[in-house]
C-alpha cells in the first residue's frame, strides 16, 4: 500500500515551527514516521510555497503519525487504490534535480572513481534527462506538451553547513510503457537529492 500526505501551513505557522529550509521540512517529515532512527528513508517529499503558505506532500509505503508539530485540521493522509496505477495517461508534475557527473582526472591523468555534480543548465539539457529518467522508470514523456522551468536555488543549512541546491520543475503528458516500472518510480522517486523535496512524481490520469 501507498499513502499520499498532504499538510499545508500558513507563513507564520512555519516560522513559529522554525521551518526554514529544505533541511528543516525533512528533519519535520522524519517526525512522522516514529521509532525509525538510523534506518533509511523511504519516503518521498514536495514543498510548494502558495500565496497563503506552504503544502506539503508525502508519499510513503506506510501510514505516517501526525506529528505534534503539525495543526490537526492541517494533516490529511489516504491511501492511494492500486486502480490509480492502472492508467495509461498521465498528466505531472515533478520538482527535480536534474544533474550530470564531470569527469576528473587524477594527478596520472586517468579518470578518478569520483566526478563532480554539476546541475544542468539548459532546456536542451533538461529535456533530454527527463526522456532518460522516463525510458528507465517506464514511461515516455509527450515532448510536444512538456514545460520546463528554473524555480531557481534551494539554499538549507545541515549541521552547520551551507549548501544549495538547483530546482528544476517539469510539466506534461506521460504515457506508461512498463506499468511495473512506472510504480517502481512513483515510490522510488526520480533523481538526486530526494531527502531534500526533490523527486516525488504528481500525476493524475488524462481523461
Known sequence: MTYLTQVTLDFATAARLRLRDSYDWHQAVWKAFPGRDGQQRDFLTRLDRRRDGFRLLIVSPREPTRPEWCPPEAWQSKPIPETYFTKRRYLFQLCANPTKKITKLGADGQPTKNGKRVPLRSRE????????????????????????????????EKQGMRGFHTAVEFQGVLTVTDPKKFYETFTRGIGPAKAFGFGLLVIAPVT
Do not use: C, H, N, P
Open 125 to 156: 539539457e533538461y529535456v533530454a534527462w527527463i526522456i532518460r529518467k522516463g525510458e528507465q522508470g517506464g514511461f515516455a514523456v509527450d515532448t510536444d506538451t512538456l514545460r520546463t522551468f528554473s524555480r531557481g536555488r534551494e539554499y538549507f
